[in-house]
Nanobody
Framework: QEQLVESGGGLVQPGGSLSLSCTAS????????MGWYRQPPGKERELVAS???????KYADSVKDRFTISRIHANNTVYLEMNNLKPEDTDVYYC?????????WGQGTQVTVSS
């Protein structure tokens, strides 16, 4: 079964850190890139960070210098390290995988930044 399994997230105080991970099943054909998106209330889903198979990373301006995305090819897993978290980072974070034939989405994991 082709799927993405997410873990991590939770509640953290402003200035704190959290890590997210997402593992793509081996049945997903030729993964080109993986990444994380979020959907602020009333807005469209937006890219947080992505990384290509070759290791090229892209970040939203709002998370640059605070978030780091990395990937382990051997187990099809992508990690998102989030530092200096702000209340505006509160959202559901969705893992995304772009395969050669189609794209895939995870079920989402909640990140809440609050004191």
């Amino acid at each position: 079964q082709e799927q993405l399994v997410e873990s991590g997230g939770g509640l953290v105080q402003p200035g704190g850190s959290l890590s997210l991970s997402c593992t793509a099943s081996k049945t997903i054909f030729r993964i080109i890139a993986m990444g994380w998106y979020r959907q602020p209330p009333g807005k469209e889903r937006e890219l947080v960070a992505s990384i290509t198979y070759g290791g090229s990373a892209k970040y939203a301006d709002s998370v640059k210098d605070r978030f780091t995305i990395s990937r382990i090819h051997a187990n099809n897993t992508v990690y998102l390290e989030m530092n200096n978290l702000k209340p505006e980072d509160t959202d559901v974070y969705y893992c995304h995988s772009q395969g050669l034939l189609r794209e895939y989405w995870g079920q989402g994991t909640q990140v809440t930044v609050s004191s």
